[in-house]
């Protein structure tokens, strides 16, 4: 069977049913006759060489093979609504580009990342999705994406091909509002005993790093506060609620955003981030720029 064998409306017909559980409730959604899907999802069958749904009392249910099928289909079906989309913008429109960001991305280094697209020569429409890594991997899988920026690599599962690029490894700093950095600021980092801190929740992997330096060091800060949101986390650093970590080479935007300069750097520790993206035949430019370029936004 070439690909021209194919009847793709054949497929629409199998993932109906395979979605509504009977040829039934599948020509309702359809507005088709029961003989007609009947019929043209056997002929589907015969093409395929396999069965692939399997009578279970009342309803249908997926065979190995239909599950197979289901999961390619998902794909062309998304894939068509993409082609659809593409080709309705008229040459007016910025192409537009699909980033999912996860929790524990700094919004600073999201937008010093992604800032770029939105220019000259690009010029994108620029659709950002925030939520967690697992979820927005699988929104990626699906091609709902075209990148993902995150604070880890893909995980290696034989059924995604996903490729990551680390875009840095940054060292970390511990920053202050004016009314704290002056107690602090001097002699680092041996006024830190008792010194008010803000961090990430335990079990992000920052957290674990910066508890490490401190016990290394055999200082003991005060944490006033855990945050599982990184911006909520330095809101109150602004506010002078505390220290709090940031990236260490993005003085200028920590002291526009939220008033607050270096006391010190954490030596040792760092966050790295990641370009995750598919790998496909023709990749979005923005996606190469990001690549590309990301780690001296970040550094520089």
């Known amino acids: 069977m070439t690909p021209d064998d194919l009847n793709y409306r054949h497929l629409l017909y199998f993932w109906a049913v395979a979605k509504e559980g009977s040829i039934t409730r599948a020509g309702e959604r359809l507005g088709l006759s029961v003989q007609t899907i009947s019929t043209q999802l056997g002929q589907l069958e015969r093409q395929l060489g396999q069965a692939l749904l399997a009578p279970q009392g009342r309803s249908l249910v997926l065979t190995d093979a239909g599950r197979t099928a289901l999961g390619y289909a998902e794909q062309i079906f998304q894939l068509g609504g993409k082609l659809r989309q593409a080709l309705a913008e008229n040459q007016t429109t910025r192409p537009r580009l699909a980033v999912g960001v996860t929790d524990a991305v700094p919004k600073l280094v999201a937008f010093r990342l992604l800032e770029s697209v939105l220019r ?3 010029s994108v429409r620029l659709e950002c ?10 929104e990626l899988a699906l091609n709902r994406l075209d990148l993902l920026i995150a604070d880890q690599s893909a995980p290696h599962r034989a059924n995604l091909k996903l490729h990551s690029h680390l875009l840095a490894n940054v060292e970390i700093a511990l920053y202050a509002s004016a009314a704290l950095h ?9 006024r830190l005993n008792d010194a008010p801190l803000l961090l990430p929740a335990r079990g992000d992997p920052l957290r674990s790093a910066i508890d490490a330096w401190f016990a290394a060091r ?7 506060g855990e945050f599982t949101d990184s911006a909520l986390l330095k809101t109150f650093g602004r506010a002078g609620l505390g220290l709090f970590p940031a990236p260490a080479g993005m003085h200028e935007d920590i002291a526009a955003q939220f ?3 270096p006391v010190g750097t954490l030596h040792g520790v760092s966050e790295s981030w990641y370009a995750i993206s598919t790998q496909r035949r023709v990749q979005h430019p923005a996606v190469a720029l990001i690549q590309a370029a990301g780690g001296a936004r970040l550094i520089g």
């Open 120 to 122: 000259p020569p690009l």
């Open 129 to 138: 999705v925030e939520g967690d890594f697992e979820n927005l991997l699988g």
């Open 182 to 190: 002056s107690s602090y600021a001097a002699d680092f980092p041996a």
């Open 218 to 224: 055999d200082l003991r800060p005060l944490v006033v």
């Open 259 to 261: 008033g607050a300069a």
